[in-house]
């Protein structure tokens, strides 16, 4: 008996292994090919797309800042406010947490009472005698100049996909100086020669603490960097002359607490970043 088998009889014992065949093909490979379909590689490079994620590096930069300060306590029964500037280095990790170094120094701080010399190098009604024993014609110029040097550290806290950025939260401390800052233009005050200006000046200095609380802007090519916010400054400083005209020795004399608040703000140069070649996907 010999068994054979039609055309048909062939396409109907071959259609479903056919169909158990391109259903597996279809299972391995659907989600690859519909992946590829729904998501597009985004590249740390790739800046101008919506979607690019700015990662958390490792940074070193310097900066260079400026400030304007409000004096409290002390320091404000003698100056009103005062400009400054100065340089800074930062390290910034991975994890966003910063630790930076600081100075400033403060200038332009006038004298809040005009009266300030009178019964010191003016008499009792504000006149002056120059050196020739005749009334001054000339004047001098006074100004509140301080310096600090602080170290700082703190944490910045992103807000958005570009991760080196957000508000910046810094704690410091570190040597707050101030003095007055006395110039003879005229020269016509023997009271301002030599060392017999320093009984004048009232330089104090002590052990500040800083804090900071801002905003740190770090982008694409890391040029455009910069961070503004508001500055806060304690200080408790003493006379670190033997002598002050107006007060007398001041071997006994204590320390006195006084305050800075203003707004502070810089531009960064970075020196070095350790970059990372991440991809990222979105759908």
């Not at 670190?240 to 203003?262: A, C, H, W």
């Amino acid at each position: 008996m010999t068994n054979s088998l039609n055309g048909k009889d062939v396409a109907r014992f071959r259609l479903p292994h056919l169909f158990l065949f391109l259903s597996a093909l279809f299972f391995l490979f659907a989600p690859q090919f519909v992946d590829a379909q729904r998501s597009k590689p985004v590249y740390q490079t790739d800046f101008s797309s919506k979607d690019y994620v700015d990662t958390g590096a490792n940074m070193i930069w310097l900066d260079a800042h400026m400030s304007y300060m409000l004096p409290v306590g002390h320091l404000a029964t003698m100056f009103k406010g005062n400009f400054g500037v100065g340089p800074g280095f930062t390290f910034k990790s991975k994890k966003n947490w910063t630790v930076g170094f600081h100075v400033d120094y403060m200038f332009n701080a006038n004298l809040k009472d005009p009266t300030f010399f009178n019964g010191t190098l003016a008499n009792s009604d504000g006149t002056v005698i120059d050196g020739n024993g005749l009334v001054s014609q000339g004047g001098i110029m006074a100004e509140g100049r301080y310096w600090t040097v602080q170290a700082d550290f703190g944490k910045i806290i992103p807000v958005d996909r570009w991760q080196n950025s957000g508000i910046w939260i810094k704690l410091g401390a570190g040597y707050f100086s101030h003095r007055l800052r006395l110039d003879d233009y005229s020269n016509q005050y023997p009271q301002l020669d030599d060392n017999y200006a320093k009984g004048y000046d009232r330089r104090s200095g002590g052990f500040v603490l800083n804090q900071f609380i801002g905003y740190q802007f770090v982008r694409k090519n890391r040029m455009l960097n910069f961070f503004i916010g508001l500055e806060f400054h304690e200080m408790w400083t003493r006379p670190n002359r033997n002598y002050v005209f107006f007060e007398g020795p001041t071997k006994d004399m204590k320390s006195q607490f006084s305050g800075l608040i203003g707004l502070k703000a810089g531009w960064n140069i970075p020196l070095y970043e350790k970059k990372t070649t991440t991809t990222f996907y979105y759908r």
